[in-house]
């Protein structure tokens, strides 16, 4: 644990963005075990004996931090150790991280017995391996880029005491683990193929002929013929600026993601070797075996996709965002019940997101974040998580964590039903999105465009009747007084969005020419609908499509209206990633229009697309 009396310390009293900072300090073992407990802003890698032992700091809240609790005890020797940290302060709001400051704090015990603690005696610098204050982003979720160089570190001077919270809490969940190196191999040009969609580090290994800069730029594939390196503002790419001789880098302060590496080299420069270090949450996967090649096959990359989604949290995709949203997660959540023995990883996730609920009761829309365009119908779905956490695990003390922060969210959602008897769509800055299909993602609001939104959308209100369901299931659990007039909202709905003569909803009131598969089948969730409806969500290829991220709703309303769909699900479900599997795909994909949708920054490699490792074991087709 960290010791009362470690401070939060830092380099200097004025830290800008990007900054990279180095810690030293010295100390005798001969003992058995030694312990090093350390919390960073933003990030930190530590040495012991120049040989690096812990990396990735669990990003928290301005109120509540996280300490990693390291046992260092084969990196050291008997007599005189060094240890060393460089901590790098990203100095900005992104998806994954709040900035509070720069600062770290840390404790090192020796056989149980404090041996030293960060302070304003401790001995600090500037890590000049790293290019400090780049400013060039990645992406607006990711942040900042970092650029190494054949610099130097040093500590030769105290360092100066900063304010941060005492409130510093054990990381929630396990450190990711290094796997071995995913080497590139040349495939064309100054191209390298690392062999299938992975998430790590890039390790470069250089020989130049004098200084040169060396631009590495990752990809998820090559449809352009060489790696999609810029995309809209977004700049895959770190720079490594080497000296004459060899040189190796390992950039362990950005995640990276693909499956293709390009280099940009000039002459004099060759690359030795080159390729990305995966890392990988800790799981036991569980034993699986299917009717069909093509079933083991869906499963199997169902599953490499789920890890490749998981890190210090659950991410959406780990090449554009590694950011952790609501209903992104809960997709990630539903199969990894039946993909993986342990469930320690979707409670930390649920009660993570709990701590950090915006003042006006809502979700944020990543986590931690703030100041998102939140999401209400993300919000809504909050509760089902929950729900499906405790049916699959039987934990009820989850509800101590989550039940104020769904109380609140329930409310809101209750206290906007209008005489209509419907909840009207949000204004913004909210974002009224449901998914990436039209007529079911409006704009994101921005301060320049303030948009009021004066209609009522289906699924918004489909989804408080479904979640609003299952939270009342949950308030008997809790001892809770909870209702609201569902049946009310039932005949509002049908006198709103239902189009009596051919049995199909609309979506939206503000232009009811969107009807989609995914309205009609949230509609039928609710017990909505006739057989005209569950038709038409099956066969009528009018209806919008539902995206990969939302099938599990398409598939469960018709499960819901005739349990004979099974079939159609299973098919669905070989046709849709069949597909992918045609197409390539290692990981499964974002939507089925690949890296060529959203202006081509479509990722090929999306957590919520790991659906059909419910469906599969829901059928009992799993062995």
Known sequence: MINKNAKWIWANDNPQKNEYAYFEEKFNFSGKKAEFFIAAETDYILYVNGKQAAFAQFAGYPFEKYYD?????????????????????????????????AGVIYTLLLDGETALYSSEKTLCGYDNRYVQHVDRKITGQLGFASDMCCGEAAANTPCVEVEKTRNIKPRPVKKAELQPLASGVLCKDNIYDVGRETAGYLYIKLKSDGDSTVKVSYGQHLDDGCVREEIGGRKFYLYFNTKAGVHEFAQYFVKVSGRYLQVDAPKGTEVLEIGIIPVLYPQIEKPYKLPTELD?????????TLRLCMNLHYEDTPWREQ??????????????YYAFEETEFQRANIAFMAKGTREDGFMELTYPAVNTPAIPFFSVMYPVAVYEYIKHTGDKTILSETMPVMLKIMNNFKEKIDA??????????????YEWTDGSADLIPSAKTIVPWEYYHLILNCAFIYSGEMFCE???MADTKWDADFAAMRNAIDNTFLNKETGIYHLRTDDTSYESQLGNAFALLIGLGDERTV??????????????????????????????????????????????????A??????????DDFDNAGSLCHGWSALPIYYYNLFSMVE
């Not at 900005?92 to 991280?97: A, E, F, R």
């Not at 950011?323 to 990894?336: E, K, P, T």
């Open 69 to 101: 609790t390291i046992d260092i005890t084969k990196f050291c020797k008997a007599g005189e150790n060094t240890l060393s940290i460089t901590v790098r302060y990203e100095g900005l709001n992104s998806s994954t991280h709040i900035d509070d400051g």
């Open 296 to 304: 083991n096959k869906i499963y199997e990359v169902c599953v490499r």
């Open 323 to 336: 950011a952790l949203y609501v209903l992104d997660s809960r997709n990630q959540m539903l199969c990894g």
């Open 420 to 433: 209509t008897g419907l909840i009207k769509s949000f204004p913004a800055p909210y974002w009224n999105f």
């Open 474 to 476: 949950l308030c008997k």
């Open 535 to 584: 038709e038409a969500v099956k066969n009528d290829k009018s209806l919008i499509p539902t995206s990969l991220s939302m099938l599990t709703y398409l598939y469960d309303a018709l499960l819901k209206a005739d349990e004979n769909n099974k079939e159609y699900i299973i098919e669905d479900i070989r046709k849709q990633y069949g597909y992918m599997l045609k197409k390539g």
């Open 586 to 595: 290692t990981s499964f994909w974002e939507t089925i229009l690949a890296g």
